[in-house]
């Protein structure tokens, strides 16, 4: 894995995270409501760990763990993509694609988490 598919990873997550304090409307929107306490609570915690998977995945010396631990993470958040495609499907065809198409997405940037992890620097 290269050094730029890394930095692209970091800035992912980070770009991500802030956008949870930014604009955290629509990740409040696709909080599952089985999850106790507020939607906002939520966005907000997850983007904190967003940020601090960032940070984890930049620095050589946490990047495995990071990696492993975002890879879970995307996979932890897939239950909100499929909220938000249910949510979504009486929406215009443009909107309703775009829901959908976050689904499959999921696989992809686990797959890239995990390659990060792998190319990491051993431990020890």
Same mark, same amino acid.
């Given at each position: 894995?290269?050094?730029?598919?890394?930095?692209?990873?970091?800035?992912?997550? /980070? *770009? %991500?995270?802030? &956008?949870?304090?930014?604009?955290? @409307?629509?990740?409040? #929107?696709? $909080?599952?409501? +089985?999850?106790?306490?507020?939607?906002?609570?939520?966005?907000?915690?997850?983007?904190?760990?967003?940020?601090?998977?960032?940070?984890?995945?930049?620095?050589?010396?946490?990047?495995? /763990? *990071? %990696?492993?631990? &975002?890879?879970?993470?995307?996979? @932890?958040?897939?239950? #909100?993509? $499929?909220?938000? +495609?249910?949510?979504?499907?009486?929406?215009?065809?443009?909107?309703?694609?775009?829901?959908?198409?976050?689904?499959?997405?999921?696989?992809?940037?686990?797959?890239?988490?995990?390659?990060?992890?792998?190319?990491?620097?051993?431990?020890?």
């Amino acid at each position: 894995m290269t050094a730029r598919s890394t930095r692209l990873l970091v800035g992912l997550l /980070a *770009g %991500a995270g802030a &956008t949870h304090f930014l604009a955290p @409307a629509p990740y409040d #929107a696709i $909080v599952p409501e +089985a999850l106790p306490g507020s939607p906002r609570a939520w966005t907000r915690a997850s983007g904190v760990a967003e940020l601090a998977l960032a940070a984890a995945v930049a620095h050589p010396a946490t990047r495995r /763990a *990071g %990696a492993l631990l &975002t890879a879970g993470f995307f996979t @932890a958040v897939f239950p #909100a993509n $499929v909220k938000m +495609a249910y949510d979504w499907r009486h929406r215009p065809a443009p909107l309703k694609a775009a829901a959908y198409a976050r689904l499959p997405v999921q696989v992809p940037l686990v797959m890239w988490a995990l390659k990060v992890s792998r190319s990491a620097a051993p431990r020890g």
